[in-house]
T-cell receptor, first 116, second 116 residues
């Protein structure tokens, strides 16, 4: 009964390095969402993906950030040339294909990124 | 304009008493969903309760109930018989239903402290 898995749980990067965050959704879920939580803030939507497709990336910075959800394997959020302002908790959530109703998004435990 | 407003940065309640956490929202959609999540100090996001915009009755889940006042656009969370383990951040979130994009918009949260 595995929920959403994210790794690593903690990631430290120096300025200018790349950060790769992984998310394995609940088995059978085909929708993945990435959110970012800055200190003392609520979660902010970044990107919504279905298998092999980016559906909505309106919350993702245009530069340095990219996301993918391949046919096989986890979803990846990639941050190139990290800066201190990228330090945050990054949450992945997944949901089943069914639409509407009272379904919830199942959240992973988050990846805490620290940029030094 | 804020889509989700939580006006109480912090709340205190005595153990075994009830507490209400406020949430107001702003949307022009007729169909939407409202969620409450709990985030303990360990950082994970825990789903508590859901209310659909067309639901006529207030949602309840154990000690949690949602006081939904559609005309006032409010969706307050009521926790009855507070326990020490209820101490956490609480986030109100909304899912608007434009087509099939189910991203959530979160408020800034309320930090609840339950005193013994």
């Amino acid at each position: 009964n595995a929920g959403v898995m994210q790794n690593p749980r903690h990631l430290v990067r120096r300025r200018g390095q790349e950060a790769r965050l992984r998310c394995s959704p609940v088995k059978g879920h085909s929708h993945v969402y990435w959110y970012r939580q800055l200190p003392e803030e609520g979660l902010k939507f970044m990107v919504y993906l279905q298998k092999e497709n980016i559906i909505d990336e309106s919350g993702m910075p245009k530069e340095r950030f990219s996301a993918e959800f391949p046919k096989e394997g986890p979803s990846i959020l990639r941050i190139q040339q990290v800066v201190r302002g990228d330090s945050a908790a990054y949450f992945c959530a997944s949901s089943p294909q069914t639409s509407g109703g009272s379904y919830e998004q199942y959240f992973g435990p988050g990846t805490r990124l620290t940029v030094t | 304009a804020q889509k989700i407003t939580q006006t109480q940065p912090g709340m205190f309640v005595q153990e075994k008493e009830a507490v209400t956490l406020d949430c107001t929202y702003d949307t022009s959609d007729q169909s939407y969903g409202l969620f409450w999540y709990k985030q303990p100090s360990s950082g994970e996001m825990i789903f508590l309760i859901y209310q659909g915009s067309y639901d006529e009755q207030n949602a309840t889940e154990g000690r949690y109930s949602l006081n939904f006042q559609k005309a006032r656009k409010s969706a307050n969370l009521v926790i009855s018989a507070s326990q020490l383990g209820d101490s956490a951040m609480y986030f109100c979130a909304m899912r608007e239903d434009p087509g099939s994009n189910y991203k959530l918009t979160f408020g800034k949260g309320t930090l609840l402290t339950v005193n013994p």
